[in-house]
T-cell receptor, first 114, second 113 residues
Framework: AQTVTQSQPEMSVQEAETVTLSCTYDTSESDYYLFWYKQPPSRQMILVIR??????QNATENRFSVNFQKAAKSFSLKISDSQLGDAAMYFC???????????FGKGTHLIIQP | NAGVTQTPKFQVLKTGQSMTLQCAQDMNHEYMSWYRQDPGMGLRLIHY???????DQGEVPNGYNVSRSTTEDFPLRLLSAAPSQTSVYFC????????????FGDGTRLSIL
């Protein structure tokens, strides 16, 4: 079974600074996808970014980018120019080749200091 | 475009009561799933469906039933609620079995006394 580990229960960063959230995973599959989801206090699950395992290029979405290290099974999220609206729980998630859904990490609570 | 709609948003039950959490999507997605989110935990898969008439168990299926009679609807049933089922429940959908991102509903907070 796949596992996803987020080792930082909470992170704090000053507004406008850069923060990196860590995620590692364990799998024996070669074809899979990785996701970062944001969950603000409103409870919505919002897709931030996704990475296909077969792509070597790291995904980017505006201020959000990932550092995908396939051999190390690491998938960190970098948020540049942090904004107050970035404050939320962030979940790393894994999806394998089958139909059995997403495997989530336990989340990192991101605090943005004004 | 409503996306994934879950009802109710909040519910309080007594131990032993039954309840159906509703989930509907208007995106013609084949794949639908239910997750539960407990404090300090990520979301965990309860049941999923790859199309009408087909359902399967996820990581934590005990105490829950599902059915998929139409593409649009995927209700989750608690036959005899237990305090351990107090949680936030999320329904999600995606176009197929591939690795497209899942679209989540806004969740149902369920408390069982």
């Amino acid at each position: 079974a796949q596992t996803v580990t987020q080792s930082q229960p909470e992170m704090s960063v000053q507004e406008a600074e850069t923060v990196t959230l860590s995620c590692t995973y364990d799998t024996s599959e070669s074809d899979y996808y990785l996701f970062w989801y944001k969950q603000p206090p409103s409870r919505q699950m919002i897709l931030v970014i996704r990475q296909e395992a077969y792509k070597q290029q790291n995904a980017t979405e505006n201020r959000f980018s990932v550092n995908f290290q396939k051999a190390a099974k690491s998938f960190s999220l970098k948020i540049s120019d942090s904004q107050l609206g970035d404050a939320a729980m962030y979940f790393c998630a894994y999806s394998g080749g089958g139909a059995d859904g997403l495997t989530f990490g336990k989340g990192t609570h991101l605090i943005i200091q004004p | 475009n409503a996306g994934v709609t879950q009802t109710p948003k909040f519910q309080v039950l007594k131990t032993g009561q039954s309840m159906t959490l509703q989930c509907a999507q208007d995106m013609n997605h084949e794949y639908m799933s239910w997750y539960r989110q407990d404090p300090g935990m990520g979301l965990r898969l309860i049941h999923y469906s790859v199309g009408a008439g087909i359902t399967d168990q996820g990581e934590v299926p005990n105490g829950y039933n599902v059915s998929r009679s139409t593409t649009e609807d995927f209700p989750l049933r608690l036959l005899s609620a237990a305090p351990s089922q107090t949680s936030v429940y999320f329904c999600a959908s995606k176009p197929g079995q591939g690795n497209q991102p899942q679209h989540f509903g806004d969740g149902t907070r369920l408390s069982i006394l």
